[in-house]
C-alpha cells in the first residue's frame, strides 16, 4: 500500500502507468483512503504509522464495516494525523484529549466504532488521566496507542514511555524517569481488552486491532513503533530499516515468553508481543441505556 | 405550569431540558453543581444523557464530541473550571461546533472565594482561548431569564455554529424566586438543514450568511474536523487562498447578525443625562438605584445588556450620545467598563467596581451619580 502512496505522488500527474483512480478502485481497502486529500503523507520517509495506518484499514476492512460506521478520533502528534487521510468520520482534536472527545461522541452515537488514535506522549503524557478515567469506564472504544517513546513532531523529546538511559533532546545526559507500560496501565485501570504488538508484525497488528474494535468494551492496542528521524539519530540505532529490524529481533510472543524458565522470564529483556487480556465487563453506554429504560419506568 | 420557588441554578437545568439538551459533561464545583444534579436527574428521563467527566477539560471536550454526535450539548462550571476549558472553547470556536457553557462566576482569581459571586470572568469569556475567534456571552439577571437565556444559547450556539458561553454568577445561580416555566414541547430551537448530498456536503464552506450546515456523524456525510486552519472540507491547509476566506467567514459570521445576537433592555427616561450601565447579578442593584434616584426626581436612564459578547457596540454608543456620564456598575475591577469606555469614550464613564465577593449596592451606584 505505502508502495502506491510513493509512486503516486513522485509521478507527475498523467504520468502513471495506471491511472490513480484505478488504484482506488481495485482495492477495498485503498478505497479507505480519502482520495480528495492530497497525499504524501506528513510523516518521514521510512516511518513507522503509516504500518499502523495500513493495519487499521485492514481490520476495518475485515470486520465489514461501511466508512460510515467508523469515527476516528485524534490528539495531536505525528500519530494523531493519520484520521485526515481515511475516508471515515474523522475528528482531530487538542493534545491528550482524543479519549474524551471520543467520550462524548460514543455516548451520543454508541453504534458507532469510535476509534482514538493517540502517540505514547498524547496518551499518557498529557491524556493519561482521559486514558485511566476511559478504561475504568469500559466506555466502548478502542484506543490505538502508537508507541514511538518519544516526542517526535516536536522534534524528539522524552515521552512517559521512553526508556530509562535513552537520550531526548531535553534528555541530554539520557532519561531517569522510568517509562509506563502501557498495556499494564491499561489493565489496571480497567480496559477489557489489550493488545501489543509492533509495526515489524503488521499481520498481528491486522488481528489485534480487528478483535479491539469489534470488542464492546474499552479496549487497548499498543502497537510500538520507532522513531528514527530523532530517537534513532540521538540514540544512534540506525537507518529505519535497522530500527524495524530491531522490531523483530527485541520482541518476544507472548506464547514463546510463557515457555521460558521463570529465571529466563525474570531476564527477559525483549517486548512482549500478544493479547494480555480479553475479559467481559458491562460497556459503559449499555449500562447508561439500562439506566434510561429503567428511569424511565420500563423494565431494567 | 404553577409558579415554583426556583433557584437559578434549577432554572438553568431546566432551561436546558426544554430547549433539547440532550448531552451534559460536568465536573463538580461551587457554585455550579445544583446544574450538574438536576441535569444527572432529569436527562435520562427525557432519553438524554449525562456523564461526570474527569476534569473540565474532558468535559468540555466530550460535549464538543456529543454534539458531533448530534446530540445538543451543555457544561456548566465556574472561574477555576471555565480557566480549564478554554483550550476546547476555542477549538469549539475554530471547528464551529455548537455547545453552550455555563460559567456561574464566583470569586477568584485562582480558587478566591468559592461561595462567594463576582463578574469577573467578563474578559476570560472573551479572550480566555488563544486566538482570535468568535464567541457569544449572555448574562440573565433573574430565574426566569436564566431559564430563557439557556434557551436563546441553544439557538444561537446552532444557529450560529458557535460555543455560547452562560455568563451568569453565584447571586443568580442560588438566588430564588417565584417563577412560572412555560410549556416545554412549544420551545423550539434551531435545528441544521443541509440540502446538498454527501458528496458535495463542504462542512466549511461560505454561505450567504456565514454559517454552513453542520450535519452530524455518522449519517454518511463523511468530513474532517480539526483544530488547525483547514479548508472548507475540514482539511489541514497552509495555503493563503483558502485560509484568508475562511478567517474572513468566521470572523465575521456574528457580525452579519449582531441585530438578532444583541439583547439588550433601555429603561430611558426623557430628558435624562445620566445612564447607568450593567448587567448580571449587578444590574438589579442598578434597577433599584434607578427607582430611589427618579422618586427623588432625578432623571436617569438604564441599559442592562443581557448579551456581553460579540459588545453590543450599537446600542451602547447610542445610549452613551443621549447622556453626558454612563455609570458602569460591575462586580469586578473594571472589565466591561473597558468596552465601555471604547464606544462612548472614557471621560464619559465612571466605574463603580467591587471585587471582594459583596455586591454593588444601589447606594454606591447612587453615590457615583451625585460625584
Known amino acids: 500500500m505505502d508502495d502506491h502512496i510513493l509512486e503516486a505522488h513522485e509521478l507527475e500527474e498523467g504520468e502513471a502507468l495506471i491511472p490513480q483512480a484505478d488504484w482506488f478502485n481495485r482495492s477495498e481497502t485503498l478505497q479507505k483512503l480519502r482520495k480528495n486529500k492530497k497525499f504524501p503523507t506528513i510523516w518521514c520517509s521510512g516511518c513507522g504509522i503509516g504500518v499502523v495506518m495500513g493495519a487499521l484499514i485492514r481490520a476495518i476492512d475485515h470486520l465489514g464495516l461501511s466508512n460510515d460506521e467508523v469515527a476516528l478520533v485524534s490528539g495531536i502528534g505525528c500519530t494523531a494525523r493519520m484520521p485526515v487521510y481515511m475516508d471515515f ?3 482531530h482534536t487538542t493534545h491528550g484529549r482524543a479519549l474524551a472527545f471520543a467520550t462524548g461522541l460514543k455516548i451520543a452515537r454508541p453504534d458507532l466504532k469510535v476509534i482514538a488514535i493517540m502517540g505514547d506522549g498524547d496518551a499518557l503524557a498529557i491524556g493519561g488521566n482521559h486514558f485511566i478515567h476511559a478504561a475504568r469506564r469500559n466506555l466502548g472504544i478502542t484506543a490505538l496507542v502508537v508507541n514511538n517513546a518519544i516526542y517526535g513532531m516536536t ?9 530509562i538511559g535513552k537520550r531526548a533532546t531535553t534528555a541530554p545526559y539520557g532519561n531517569i524517569e522510568p517509562p509506563f507500560p502501557i498495556c499494564e496501565l491499561a489493565i489496571a485501570a480497567g480496559a477489557t481488552y ?11 497488528l491486522d488481528k489485534f486491532l480487528a478483535e479491539a474494535i469489534a470488542k464492546d468494551g474499552f479496549s487497548v492496542v499498543e502497537a510500538v513503533s520507532y522513531c528514527h528521524t530523532t530517537y534513532g539519530r540521538l540514540n544512534r540505532l540506525g537507518t529505519a530499516a535497522d530500527m524495524m529490524r530491531a522490531l523483530k529481533d527485541n520482541t518476544i510472543a507472548q506464547s514463546a515468553y510463557e515457555r521460558l524458565a521463570p529465571e529466563e522470564q525474570a531476564a527477559n529483556a525483549k517486548i512482549v508481543r500478544g493479547k494480555f487480556l480479553d475479559v467481559e465487563r458491562p460497556q459503559y453506554t449499555a449500562a447508561y441505556a439500562h439506566l434510561i429504560t429503567r428511569v424511565q419506568g420500563g423494565q431494567p | 405550569m404553577t409558579v415554583q420557588l426556583m433557584q437559578g441554578n434549577e432554572a438553568i437545568g431546566w432551561g436546558a431540558i426544554a430547549a433539547g439538551c440532550r448531552f451534559y459533561a460536568g465536573y463538580p464545583i461551587t457554585p455550579s453543581t445544583e446544574i450538574a444534579e438536576i441535569l444527572s436527574r432529569e436527562l435520562p428521563k427525557a432519553g438524554g444523557k449525562f456523564i461526570q467527566m474527569e476534569d473540565e477539560i474532558a468535559s468540555m471536550a466530550a460535549i464538543i464530541g456529543a454534539r458531533l454526535g448530534g446530540l445538543k450539548s451543555m457544561t456548566a462550571t465556574s472561574g477555576p473550571g471555565f480557566s480549564l476549558m478554554q483550550e476546547n472553547i476555542g477549538y469549539a470556536a475554530i471547528a464551529e461546533i455548537p455547545c453552550v457553557v455555563v460559567d ?8 478566591g472565594q468559592p461561595t462567594a459571586p463576582s463578574q469577573g470572568d467578563v474578559m476570560q469569556a472573551r479572550w480566555g482561548t488563544h486566538g482570535d475567534h468568535p464567541i457569544i456571552a449572555l448574562a440573565p439577571i433573574s430565574v426566569r431569564q436564566a431559564f430563557d437565556l439557556t434557551i436563546t444559547a441553544f439557538d444561537m450556539a446552532e444557529r450560529y455554529r458557535t460555543p455560547v458561553i452562560l455568563l ?13 416555566l412555560p410549556d416545554f414541547s412549544a420551545i423550539r430551537t434551531f435545528e441544521h438543514e443541509v440540502t446538498e448530498p454527501p458528496e458535495e456536503y463542504k462542512a466549511f464552506r461560505n454561505t450567504a450568511d456565514g454559517v454552513p450546515p453542520l450535519v452530524p456523524f455518522g449519517q454518511g456525510y463523511r468530513y474532517h474536523v480539526t483544530g488547525l486552519l483547514h479548508d472548507e472540507f475540514g482539511f489541514p491547509t497552509q495555503r493563503m487562498d483558502e485560509i484568508d476566506p475562511w478567517l474572513e467567514r468566521i470572523n465575521t459570521k456574528l ?26 447579578c449587578t444590574a438589579r442593584a442598578a434597577r433599584h438605584a434607578l427607582k430611589i434616584a427618579r422618586a427623588r426626581g432625578e432623571k436617569v436612564d438604564l441599559l442592562t445588556l443581557f448579551t456581553l459578547w460579540p459588545f453590543p457596540e450599537k446600542q451602547v454608543e447610542a445610549f452613551g450620545e443621549r447622556v453626558d456620564r454612563v455609570i458602569v ?15 462612548v ?16 449596592t444601589p447606594q454606591m451606584i447612587l453615590d457615583a451619580m451625585e460625584g
Open chain 1, 89 to 91: 468520520n474523522t475528528l
Open chain 1, 155 to 163: 522534534g524528539g523529546q522524552y515521552s512517559p514511555t521512553t526508556p
Open chain 1, 194 to 204: 489489550v493488545a501489543r504488538s509492533t509495526v515489524y508484525h503488521a499481520l498481528e
Open chain 2, 104 to 111: 456561574v462566576q464566583r470569586l477568584g482569581p485562582s480558587t
Open chain 2, 168 to 180: 451568569t454568577d453565584e447571586v443568580i445561580g442560588h438566588m430564588r424566586e417565584p417563577v412560572e
Open chain 2, 255 to 280: 457580525d452579519k447578525h449582531l441585530d438578532e445576537i444583541a439583547l439588550v433592555a433601555e429603561d430611558a427616561q426623557e430628558g435624562a443625562r445620566v445612564g447607568l450601565l450593567s448587567y448580571g
Open chain 2, 329 to 343: 456598575a460591575e462586580m469586578n475591577l473594571g472589565q466591561l467598563a473597558y468596552e465601555v469606555e471604547r464606544v
Open chain 2, 345 to 360: 469614550g472614557r471621560k464619559k464613564v465612571v466605574r463603580v467596581t467591587r471585587a471582594n465577593g459583596e455586591m454593588v
